[in-house]
């Protein structure tokens, strides 16, 4: 077992913390404010390519594995304690990596450059109003018209939509191409962003204050063949290689918020008074602390653990999809749950400065929160992992 990360990969983390600490976490205080990413910051990554990191160099990406992007994954969650950055990090790169793997040919010529610059960003339509977690019960169609597709349903809480209605940039789309098939009849399109045939209506968060999120309403949406990804019918194998990407980014970037707030905490533990001595001399605030340190250190472990083995997986076929979907849901599980008890307890030590408005731990409990839900619930992470242990027949319906 080798631990270390290598030379290649320190110095993308040492570039990438540098701009995020000089070009992020200065304009976070902006971004709050107008509740928008500025573009300075996109084109800040666009110029080292961290938009592009998934798609294959042939088309002007990095080609970087999973564990590499999740290394720029912490750095800039380490600036950014609102996590819209990250998220809007990880959504594009784990989706612009399903996109490159599952294009025809003729499709991935036409998008990926751009994908890879950056001036096309890729979100995941999946959830609906009335079905998240069961995706056999959606009921967003494709009706095959002429040489393609058309296609009908709404799409609700999902994220960057505005930002890839003003920047440009596509979904990929979960719809319906058999409907009496359940699961069976799924299909996978990359859809561009079009005003004529998607209304989007935004949603208000309770956190992720650089974020856009909202609704989608397909009306009679028409593609080509081409824009199918993968085969079709066999959407719902494919997107879960998405979800288990972002999953594990979300792992390491929840690790990162986390530990941004606990260094926070020791500080201000080291500095403030109570009794006559520093509150960091309380064994109980003490072993709040200590029992935080470890969890992040397995969380984080896990969490690399699950990228190693999606990119073992993607490489060399070295594991079985379901052993990655447990070691990815174990990851998700732990860390998400972990971090925000973590950034709510850095919260209580700060005492009243806690709880006043955009500090780093608000900030961070309200952004990180999201994450029990997005790409997968808690409770969906739960039934993988009994689902893996207890073997399939337990959850035949
Ligand atoms: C901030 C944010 C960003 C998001 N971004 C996107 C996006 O970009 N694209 C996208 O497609 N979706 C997005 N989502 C939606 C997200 O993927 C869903 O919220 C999630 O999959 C759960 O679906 P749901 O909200 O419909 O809840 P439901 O599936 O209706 O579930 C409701 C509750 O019941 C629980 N539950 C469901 N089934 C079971 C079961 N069998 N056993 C026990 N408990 C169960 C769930 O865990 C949940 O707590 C986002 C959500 C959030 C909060």
């Given at each position: 077992m080798d631990f270390n990360f290598s030379e290649e990969q320190e110095i993308l983390r040492a570039t990438v913390r540098e701009f995020a600490q000089r070009e992020i976490a200065p304009r976070i205080p902006e971004m709050i404010q107008k509740r928008r990413?500025?573009?300075?910051?996109?084109?800040?990554?666009?110029?080292?390519?961290?938009?592009?990191?998934?798609?294959?160099?042939?088309?002007?990406?990095?080609?970087?594995?999973?564990?590499?992007?999740?290394?720029?994954?912490?750095?800039?969650?380490?600036?950014?304690?609102?996590?819209?950055?990250?998220?809007?990090?990880?959504?594009?790169?784990?989706?612009?990596?399903?996109?490159?793997k599952y294009a025809n040919r003729e499709l991935a010529a036409e998008i990926l450059p751009s994908v890879a610059r950056g001036d096309k960003l890729t979100g995941i339509a999946s959830t609906e109003p009335n079905f998240g977690s069961d995706l056999g019960s959606m009921t967003t169609v494709a009706v095959k018209s002429g040489s393609g597709y058309t296609i009908n349903g709404e799409k609700s809480f999902i994220s960057l939509v505005r930002d890839i209605r003003e920047l440009g940039g596509g979904y990929v789309t979960v719809a319906k191409t058999d409907p009496g098939k359940g699961t069976a009849g799924i299909t996978l399109f990359y859809l561009p962003d079009?005003?004529?045939?998607?209304?989007?209506?935004?949603?208000?968060?309770?956190?992720?204050?650089?974020?856009?999120?909202?609704?989608?309403?397909?009306?009679?949406?028409?593609?080509?063949?081409?824009n199918v990804l993968g085969k079709v019918n066999e959407g719902f194998k494919i997107v879960h290689e998405g979800f288990e990407f972002a999953r594990a980014l979300i792992s390491v970037i929840s690790v990162s918020t986390a530990m941004t707030c606990l260094n926070n905490?020791?500080?201000?533990?080291?500095?403030?008074?109570?009794?006559?001595?520093?509150?960091?001399?309380?064994?109980?605030?003490?072993?709040?602390?200590?029992?935080?340190?470890?969890?992040?250190?397995?969380?984080?472990?896990?969490?690399?653990?699950?990228?190693?083995?999606?990119?073992?997986?993607?490489?060399?076929?070295?594991?079985?999809?379901?052993?990655?979907?447990?070691?990815?849901?174990?990851?998700?599980?732990?860390?998400?749950?972990?971090?925000?008890d973590a950034i709510n307890d850095a919260l209580q030590w700060h005492g009243a400065y806690g709880y006043t408005r955009y500090n780093p731990q608000e900030l961070a409990l309200r952004g990180i929160r999201s994450f029990q839900l997005a790409e997968g619930s808690r409770e969906i992470m739960k039934m993988i992992i009994a689902r893996e242990s207890l073997g399939r027949d337990f959850f035949k319906q």
């Amino acid at each position: 077992m080798d631990f270390n990360f290598s030379e290649e990969q320190e110095i993308l983390r040492a570039t990438v913390r540098e701009f995020a600490q000089r070009e992020i976490a200065p304009r976070i205080p902006e971004m709050i404010q107008k509740r928008r990413i500025p573009h300075e910051i996109i084109a800040g990554m666009k110029r080292l390519n961290l938009l592009g990191m998934t798609v294959p160099e042939i088309y002007g990406g990095m080609g970087a594995d999973a564990v590499t992007t999740a290394i720029v994954a912490e750095e800039i969650a380490a600036a950014d304690p609102t996590v819209s950055i990250p998220v809007m990090f990880l959504v594009h790169n784990a989706w612009s990596y399903l996109l490159a793997k599952y294009a025809n040919r003729e499709l991935a010529a036409e998008i990926l450059p751009s994908v890879a610059r950056g001036d096309k960003l890729t979100g995941i339509a999946s959830t609906e109003p009335n079905f998240g977690s069961d995706l056999g019960s959606m009921t967003t169609v494709a009706v095959k018209s002429g040489s393609g597709y058309t296609i009908n349903g709404e799409k609700s809480f999902i994220s960057l939509v505005r930002d890839i209605r003003e920047l440009g940039g596509g979904y990929v789309t979960v719809a319906k191409t058999d409907p009496g098939k359940g699961t069976a009849g799924i299909t996978l399109f990359y859809l561009p962003d079009n005003e004529k045939s998607i209304e989007i209506t935004s949603l208000e968060e309770m956190g992720r204050e650089g974020s856009t999120w909202g609704a989608l309403r397909f009306k009679n949406y028409v593609t080509e063949s081409r824009n199918v990804l993968g085969k079709v019918n066999e959407g719902f194998k494919i997107v879960h290689e998405g979800f288990e990407f972002a999953r594990a980014l979300i792992s390491v970037i929840s690790v990162s918020t986390a530990m941004t707030c606990l260094n926070n905490g020791i500080e201000y533990m080291k500095s403030r008074k109570a009794f006559g001595q520093p509150i960091g001399k309380f064994q109980g605030l003490q072993f709040q602390l200590a029992d935080h340190m470890a969890r992040m250190e397995a969380a984080r472990t896990v969490g690399y653990k699950a990228l190693w083995m999606y990119d073992q997986e993607q490489k060399h076929g070295s594991f079985s999809r379901f052993q990655i979907s447990k070691q990815v849901a174990t990851a998700k599980l732990l860390s998400t749950v972990w971090a925000f008890d973590a950034i709510n307890d850095a919260l209580q030590w700060h005492g009243a400065y806690g709880y006043t408005r955009y500090n780093p731990q608000e900030l961070a409990l309200r952004g990180i929160r999201s994450f029990q839900l997005a790409e997968g619930s808690r409770e969906i992470m739960k039934m993988i992992i009994a689902r893996e242990s207890l073997g399939r027949d337990f959850f035949k319906q």
